[in-house]
């Protein structure tokens, strides 16, 4: 048997990408074998338009063999289209070069989306940039689509390094306000962090509040507080008392109540004349009332420290030596 087997192609044909014709199962005739094998193959070009080549290979079992091919020529004028978008949007500025808009087409699975004219103009915090976007396929097909991206930050600032709270005695070194306290922002590069501090009372028991603020250039505000809690024990009886005595320059005069009182106190010369008066009002109990006292303002000699306390008067000698 010399004779190939007969098969027959289908004729070339030129379509659109959406209508590329299903190969078919083709058949081939012997003159000896009524069951030669027919095997199939397809070639696809790159580019656009490009061109599908399909192969025929029929054999009869003496191995003559007839090839037969079909050239489909594939060609696409249809431009990509884009995904359903917003014309106008709001962005975290934080996430601004992640938002580019997608596009689908009818032959090209992977359409290159690109930007290809932004403006930046006045809107909210970071102001807003005019887009213009440009969606091409494979074939060179191209569409564009146009957008308003209005820049916000909704995000607060993070302040780190930021002390715990304490508790400290009355009379304790406070701890010193660190230097390491700073922040940082998503948007923001350089975050300025503003201190102050507060003082609840201004004798023991009190806290001490310590703030930091941090703002972004978007008005986002975080604030971190310390609370440093000053405690003290006073003794459970009326209680004063003033050192150094005698005193030169300066003493100092402790006072305390167990309970909330009425209080008058003030230092008295030895005429009985009042000197200076140290405190009139209601004590608070259980809080160490604490004066520094410049001992220049008395001329030296012998004075009463007199407190009131309700019904009850306690006193203490002073003695002023002068420089």
Same mark, same amino acid.
């Given at each position: 048997?010399?004779?190939?087997? =007969?098969?027959?192609?289908?004729?070339?044909?030129?379509?659109?990408?959406?209508?590329?014709?299903?190969?078919?199962?083709? %058949?081939?005739?012997?003159?000896?074998?009524?069951?030669?094998?027919?095997?199939?193959?397809?070639?696809?070009?790159?580019?656009?338009?490009?061109? /599908? /080549?399909?192969?025929?290979? &029929?054999?009869?079992?003496?191995?003559?063999?007839?090839?037969?091919?079909?050239?489909?020529?594939?060609?696409?004028?249809?431009?990509?289209?884009?995904? &359903?978008?917003?014309?106008?949007?709001?962005?975290?500025?934080?996430?601004?070069?992640?938002? !580019?808009?997608?596009?689908?087409?009818?032959?090209?699975?992977?359409?290159?989306?690109?930007?290809?004219?932004?403006?930046?103009?006045?809107?909210? @915090?970071?102001?807003?940039?005019?887009?213009?976007?440009?969606?091409?396929?494979?074939?060179?097909?191209?569409?564009?689509?146009?957008?308003?991206?209005?820049? $916000?930050?909704?995000?607060?600032?993070? !302040?780190?390094?930021?002390?715990?709270?304490?508790? $400290?005695?009355?009379?304790?070194?406070?701890?010193?306000?660190?230097?390491?306290?700073?922040?940082?922002?998503?948007?923001?590069?350089?975050?300025? =962090?503003?201190?102050? *501090?507060?003082?609840?009372?201004?004798? @023991?028991?009190?806290? $001490? !509040?310590?703030?930091?603020?941090?703002?972004?250039?978007?008005?986002?505000?975080?604030?971190?507080?310390?609370?440093?809690?000053?405690?003290?024990?006073?003794?459970?009886?009326?209680? #004063?008392?003033?050192?150094?005595?005698?005193? +030169?320059?300066?003493?100092?005069?402790?006072?305390?109540?167990?309970?909330? +009182?009425?209080?008058?106190?003030?230092?008295?010369?030895? &005429?009985?004349?009042?000197? #200076? +008066?140290?405190?009139? %009002?209601?004590?608070?109990?259980?809080?160490?009332?604490?004066?520094? $006292?410049?001992?220049?303002?008395? *001329?030296?000699?012998?004075?009463?420290?007199?407190?009131?306390?309700?019904? *009850?008067?306690?006193?203490?000698?002073?003695? !002023?030596? %002068?420089?």
């Amino acid at each position: 048997d010399t004779t190939a087997p =007969v098969i027959v192609a289908p004729d070339d044909v030129t379509v659109p990408c959406s209508e590329i014709p299903v190969a078919p199962e083709l %058949g081939a005739t012997d003159n000896c074998d009524a069951n030669a094998v027919v095997t199939f193959s397809e070639e696809i070009e790159t580019g656009c338009p490009y061109n /599908i /080549i399909r192969t025929w290979t &029929a054999e009869d079992n003496c191995g003559n063999t007839t090839i037969v091919t079909q050239i489909i020529s594939v060609y696409d004028e249809v431009a990509p289209v884009f995904d &359903a978008f917003e014309p106008f949007v709001l962005v975290e500025c934080d996430v601004v070069g992640e938002y !580019i808009l997608t596009a689908t087409d009818n032959c090209d699975n992977e359409v290159e989306v690109t930007i290809t004219e932004e403006n930046a103009v006045s809107g909210q @915090c970071y102001g807003s940039l005019l887009r213009t976007y440009r969606a091409v396929d494979n074939c060179g097909n191209e569409t564009f689509a146009y957008q308003i991206v209005d820049i $916000i930050d909704t995000t607060s600032p993070v !302040i780190h390094n930021v002390p715990a709270e304490t508790t $400290i005695v009355c009379g304790s070194d406070v701890p010193v306000a660190p230097n390491t306290v700073f922040a940082t922002d998503n948007c923001t590069a350089d975050i300025t =962090v503003t201190y102050s *501090e507060t003082q609840t009372n201004e004798f @023991c028991p009190y806290d $001490i !509040i310590r703030t930091w603020t941090a703002i972004d250039v978007c008005g986002n505000v975080t604030v971190e507080t310390q609370v440093i809690h000053v405690t003290v024990e006073v003794p459970a009886m009326v209680h #004063m008392l003033a050192y150094p005595n005698p005193a +030169q320059q300066h003493f100092t005069l402790k006072f305390s109540v167990p309970v909330d +009182q009425e209080v008058f106190g003030a230092i008295y010369d030895l &005429a009985g004349r009042q000197i #200076m +008066q140290v405190y009139n %009002g209601k004590a608070d109990g259980g809080r160490a009332y604490q004066w520094d $006292i410049d001992a220049g303002r008395f *001329e030296a000699g012998s004075y009463t420290i007199n407190m009131k306390v309700g019904n *009850e008067v306690i006193h203490e000698r002073l003695v !002023i030596t %002068g420089k």
